[in-house]
């Protein structure tokens, strides 16, 4: 079945502890992407990459990190956390060369206190 | 600076009946368009989208509708279900070798038995 997921679903963590959230897609794809989703700012692109080690920022970037060592993983780092982190996470994967098309995954739900 | 907005937060609508919502966007670059639909615990799943030289695209029940000179497009769903029941988002691309898709805020689509 092709698809994106997110590892873990939900975290609860404090702030400064380092943090890693993972995303993998299984469809080959080229064009990986993190979103942030907030209320009523709805969602906001933090980091992409077009291909391996090609890696941009977004418009939301500040405090995060991310690497695209491989096609299929584009973890997602913070570094230091802090409470404004706390945020529902999504990632999401594309193949531009054929499609417009997004595709999601399920979310991550971080909680920094 | 809000590219792309979606003025209305909510909209109810009895089963059976049309759904209209509504998208602008500001920046004349974009070239193409994407409705996603969110369930909740979910992510954003693609729905339907249009090119810049079409004014209109259709599948099912669902039908986009795009006014370029206005910089406005709209998602029509006839007739409306209760599963429809979701937020929807629309999102635009500038092209020109440019894959950041900018969001907009998001609808929440209620469908009244």
């Known amino acids: 079945e092709a698809q994106v997921t997110q590892n873990p679903r939900y975290l609860i963590t404090v702030t400064g502890k380092k943090l890693t959230v993972t995303c993998s897609q299984n469809?080959?794809?080229?064009?990986m992407s993190w979103y942030r989703q907030d209320p009523g700012l709805g969602l906001r692109q933090i980091y992409y990459?077009?291909?391996?080690?090609?890696?941009d920022k977004g418009d939301v970037p500040e405090g995060y990190k991310v690497s695209r060592k491989e096609k299929r993983n584009f973890p997602l780092i913070l570094e230091s956390p802090s409470p404004n982190q706390t945020s529902l996470y999504f990632c999401?994967?594309?193949?531009?060369?054929?499609?417009?098309?997004?595709?999601f995954g399920p979310g991550t739900r971080l909680t920094v206190t | 600076d809000q590219q792309v907005k979606q003025n209305s937060p909510s909209l109810s609508v009895q089963e059976g009946r049309i759904s209209i919502l509504n998208c602008d966007y500001t920046?004349?670059?974009?070239?193409?368009f994407l409705w996603y639909k969110k369930y909740p615990a979910e992510g954003p799943t693609f729905l339907i989208s249009?090119?810049?030289?079409?004014d209109k695209n259709e599948d099912g029940r669902f039908t986009v509708f795009l006014n370029k000179s206005a910089k406005h497009l709209s998602l029509h769903i006839v007739p409306s279900q209760p599963g429809d029941s979701a937020v929807y988002f629309c999102?635009?691309?500038?092209?020109?070798?440019?894959?950041?898709?900018?969001f907009g805020k998001g609808t929440k689509l209620s469908v009244i038995p």
């Open positions: 999401a994967s594309s193949s531009p060369g054929i499609s417009y098309e997004q595709y």
């Open positions: 469809m080959n794809h080229e064009y």
């Open positions: 990459s077009m291909n391996v080690e090609v890696t």
């Open positions: 920046n004349s670059m974009f070239d193409y």
């Open positions: 249009i090119s810049s030289i079409k």
């Open positions: 999102a635009a691309y500038s092209g020109a070798g440019s894959y950041q898709l900018t």
